[in-house]
């Protein structure tokens, strides 16, 4: 395992050599975000440093998202980990004043996710997939209820580190166990070594509502039309793993009414789930006919658990307005394939189309980040809106 940051350590990083070179590289959105670090303090440190670390890796600046995520990570290892010190920990913090912001499970979740993609670049694969497992458990402290991880995406991407390791076995375990929750899951083919991951849409929102702005409830981002992906070269669609809103949205298949005092609230009624996940069931077997090179079933997807609460705050004898603070900048769903790595064009780029896989009256293409590992394995990496476009 990577060593974790001590404060002083990161704080002579941070006030240090660090921002100097950052703002001297002509990268403004980044040195405005590093800039809120400075501003804001500590009670959005961990938030600031997320927002920082996807605006670097977008831009390719490994350095600084790593030192950024490490930051996050750092934070939410001291407050989450698993064990009982930590848990009395969690127990005080949840009934006392005011909080610094350390995320949902969804949203720390995928502060491991990025931290795990920057090891896949560097083809450090035991690093990079002990981040999707410490993503998995991150996802189980769902109100400190154990056992409740249902991220496909990082079961996905802990098989995938091992596959691309050599350990067929605990590749071959991540994957079974994936299947659980998509049942038309199909694993890559043993010569794929490319993985193309496409991020769509924008950032789960979450808002006050009720009297006095006490519960807190999730909504989709804003604004967005893209559902699907597909390779522009060749017209195949991506597979949709993991729709990040359906991760702060619902428990199972329950969908969350609101939040109280960190107690959830379901909706009394199963509405109609119409997801990036759910949409697209119809195209699933066309998705992974690619992947593996055959016609796969289609299923229905697994149920998808909550991946966020929230622990309200409490001030002396009054009830505090939610925490609506939240990670602005990720998106709203991750979508992917795999390929062998030959066949992945440095100039890869990507076409976002609508849930019916049909093209947007507004076209939206990127070109992803393809980035060859010192083994030869290859991430290709896009999302639809830039990093930078969060608030």
């Known amino acids: 395992m990577r060593p974790i940051f001590l404060a002083s350590t990161l704080a002579t990083v941070l006030v240090g050599s660090f921002y100097a070179p950052l703002a001297a590289a002509n990268d403004a959105a980044l040195a405005s975000a590093q800039q809120r ?15 920082a670390g ?25 407050f989450y980990a698993d064990d009982e010190q930590a848990r009395k920990a969690r127990s005080l913090w949840y009934s006392e004043g005011t909080k610094n912001f350390l995320g949902e499970p969804y949203e720390r979740a995928m502060a491991f996710y990025y931290r795990g993609l920057l090891d896949l670049q560097k083809a450090d694969y035991e690093n990079a997939r002990a ?33 691309l390791n050599g350990d067929s076995i605990l590749a071959r375990q991540a994957w079974d166990e994936l299947k659980t929750m998509r049942p038309d899951f199909v694993v890559p083919a043993a010569n794929h070594t490319a993985l193309i991951l496409a991020e769509s849409g924008k950032a789960p929102r979450k808002l006050a509502d009720g009297i006095g702005h006490n519960l807190l409830v999730y909504r989709r981002g804003k604004r967005f039309k ?89 001030s002396s004898g009054a009830r505090a307005e939610a925490d609506t603070r939240y990670w602005d ?25 609508n849930s019916k896989a049909s093209a947007l009256r507004e076209p939206i293409s990127t070109k992803a980040v393809v980035t060859r590992d010192p083994r030869g394995n290859v991430l290709a990496w896009a999302r639809s809106r830039p990093a930078v476009e969060y608030r």
């Open 37 to 51: 670090l400075q501003s804001e303090g500590e009670r959005n440190m961990v938030l600031n440093h997320m927002r």
């Open 54 to 78: 996807t605006i670097a890796f977008e831009a390719s600046n490994h350095n600084a998202a790593e030192t950024h995520f490490d930051a996050a990570l750092n934070r939410i290892n001291g």
């Open 131 to 163: 981040s999707f497992k410490s993503a998995l458990i991150q996802d189980s402290f769902a109100e400190e209820e154990q056992d409740r991880a249902d991220f496909a995406l990082m079961l996905f991407l802990e098989g995938w580190a091992s596959h």
């Open 226 to 314: 893209e559902q699907r992906v597909k390779v522009a070269s060749s017209g195949t669609l991506l597979y949709p793993m993991e729709d990040i809103y359906l991760q702060a949205s619902t428990r199972g298949a329950r969908p969350i009414d609101s939040v109280l005092d960190g107690q959830i609230r379901f909706k009394k009624t199963n509405a109609k789930r119409g997801t990036v996940l759910t949409d697209v069931a119809t195209g699933a077997a066309d998705t992974f006919s690619y992947i593996t090179g055959e016609r796969a079933s289609t299923g229905v997807f697994g149920a998808m658990q909550l991946a966020g609460t929230v622990a309200l705050a409490f």
């Open 329 to 353: 900048n990720l998106s709203d769903a991750v979508h992917i394939t795999t390929l062998p790595a030959s066949e992945v064009s440095d100039e890869l780029t990507l076409e976002y189309l």
